[in-house]
């Protein structure tokens, strides 16, 4: 590192001397981005669908496969910010990252991270099935080459970010050997998408009228063409969500009321209710608005409950 570099790199550690006595393992948990974990919770995405939530068994078969991703994920997270901390350095939000600043050594961050890639699939393969260890495996080789070379290429980053969240999506489902309806990985997928882009999107115009991208890729994408993809993306998974919930036609075997097709209309009320969001470019941290927004919480609560009458057939 320059001596300039050096300099710049004293004054933030002095700056955050709270940060710097947390020592190697706080930086380590830090640059796991535990906030990020909750994106985690989507294992349980094909068992809730199927209606299969409950056995203790399964509940102890997505504990360990939800602790089993945050380990892949945190991986990528390791190696990405060992890889990325010159260019961290210069940056105004990602130069406080513990790799940027040496609270976390890069080589440190390149053991822990390559370590945990290899547990994460080995952990699979003993404890659950030889197709959640491969799902796992192709997630992380995923990422990597995300890290690596794919975020440089146009379409193809947001490509692997959606894929990344389906496979969340998938994996419970494949731990416990649940069948995946064609109709849940159309709406999982476009859902993710529709996320994705809608995040990419806000960045850009953010980012309007600014001297710098926050990613590789951003200037080179146009606002309208981002806003396009999330359009689209938006569509198919409202279109998809449609097809399921009228597969079946009217009132199931003992059910009171057709939930299946009531569900819908919560269902696309979030979509509009975070379309909001995403048109004002203000979402840009998917899980702030989900978390934050008290509408989309109760239109989410609503979805749920409606969508866990039909699965119980009541």
């Not at 989410?300 to 699965?311: I, P, Q």
Request: charged fraction near 15%; include cysteine.
């Amino acid at each position: 590192m320059t001596r300039p570099g050096l300099v710049v790199l004293e004054e933030r550690v002095a700056r955050h001397p709270g940060r710097r006595a947390l020592g190697v393992p706080g930086g380590v948990l830090r640059t796991a981005r535990p906030r990020q974990w909750i994106k985690n919770v989507l294992v349980a995405a094909a068992p809730a669908a199927a209606g299969q939530l409950d056995s203790r068994h399964t509940l102890h078969q997505l504990a360990l496969v939800f602790v089993l991703f945050t380990a892949a994920a945190s991986a990528v997270y390791l190696v990405n910010d060992a890889r990325d901390a010159v260019a961290d350095r210069a940056h105004p939000q990602k130069c406080h990252r513990p790799v940027a600043t040496g609270q976390v050594p890069v080589p440190v961050a390149y053991a822990v991270g390559g370590l945990l890639a290899l547990l994460a699939p080995i952990g699979a393969a003993l404890t659950c099935n030889a197709m959640t260890a491969a799902l796992l495996t192709g997630y992380v080789v995923m990422q990597l080459a995300y890290c690596v070379k794919l975020k440089h290429v146009l379409v193809v980053d947001l490509v692997v970010v959606t894929a990344g969240f389906l496979m969340r999506a998938m994996i419970g489902g494949v731990a416990l050997a649940i069948p995946l309806s064609r109709w849940f990985l159309i709406t999982a997928g476009f859902g993710a998408l529709f996320m994705v882009a809608a995040k990419r999107y806000s960045e850009a115009v953010q980012m309007e009228g600014r001297g710098g991208a926050t990613r590789a890729l951003l200037d080179a994408y146009t606002t309208g063409y981002l806003r396009f993809v999330w359009q689209l993306a938006a569509g198919v998974a409202v279109l998809a969500y449609c097809m399921w919930a009228l597969e079946s036609g009217g009132v199931a075997g003992g059910s009171l009321l057709p939930w299946r097709q009531l569900s819908m209309v919560p269902f696309i009320g979030g979509i509009l209710r975070y379309a909001v969001f995403a048109d004002r470019g203000s979402a840009g941290a998917p899980e702030d608005v989900v978390l934050h927004d008290r509408a989309l919480l109760v239109i989410g609560l609503v979805w749920v409950a409606l969508y866990g009458l039909a699965v119980a057939d009541l």
